[in-house]
């Protein structure tokens, strides 16, 4: 087939309906089968592709950091001050994983931790690179890893809280939650900004 099929590149449909599973499902349950079926083509279509369901969902979680990447990066960007990017940044995160259902606990699930998803850390660590630099023109190494973790957890946080319902209970939006998160994110990164006074 080379590649393709009726709809055309199908390794590319089967990354984005298997995205699409997780989302709706979780990684519990993902399945070669179901995302096979979703895409209407033969369960074993896609092992000419992947050679074994870790290798799909290695192919999600990647396409799902890179995408992560691009945002964050774009949204950090547009600001001069290292510490608005930083919140920015946080906020694009929130805003992802509320809009694709996915984020931190698909690109770091442990059955993908091994070497031969090579694609798939390069991607992570192009998303961590997005904080982490920006984190040490905050503050020295120790610290600086420390600011990162935070904003990846608060902003993985806030937009957990939304898709679990807890926000909406109170009526929050998702544009609210992301302010939120953006916020959180700014007062992280003022704790940690070095002092210079003497």
């Not at 890893?145 to 926000?167: I, P, S």
Request: with cysteine; glycine share 8%; net charge negative.
């Amino acid at each position: 087939m080379g590649g393709k099929y009726h709809h055309g590149d199908l390794r590319a449909e089967l990354v984005r309906v298997g995205l699409e599973l997780i989302a709706e499902r979780g990684l519990d349950g993902f399945s070669v089968a179901e995302v096979a079926r979703r895409a209407k083509v033969s369960a074993a279509a896609p092992y000419r592709h992947f050679a074994e369901r870790e290798s799909l969902l290695a192919a999600v979680a990647a396409d799902l950091a890179r995408r992560l990447a691009d945002e964050v990066a774009e949204a950090a960007e547009a600001h001069d001050d290292v510490a608005e990017s930083l919140a920015a940044a946080a906020g694009a995160y929130t805003a992802s994983l509320i809009g694709r259902r996915a984020g931190m606990e698909l690109i770091n699930a442990e059955a993908l931790q091994g070497e031969q998803h090579a694609e798939l850390h390069d991607q992570v660590r192009r998303l961590t690179d997005q904080f982490l630099l920006r984190c040490l023109q905050i503050a020295p190494a120790p610290e600086a890893l420390e600011l990162m973790e935070q904003l990846f957890t608060q902003a993985h946080g806030y937009g957990t809280f939304w898709l679990n319902g807890v926000f909406t209970k109170h009526g929050y939006t998702p544009d609210l939650v992301v302010r939120k998160s953006t916020r959180a994110a700014r007062i992280a990164v003022a704790g940690h900004q070095v002092d210079d006074r003497p």
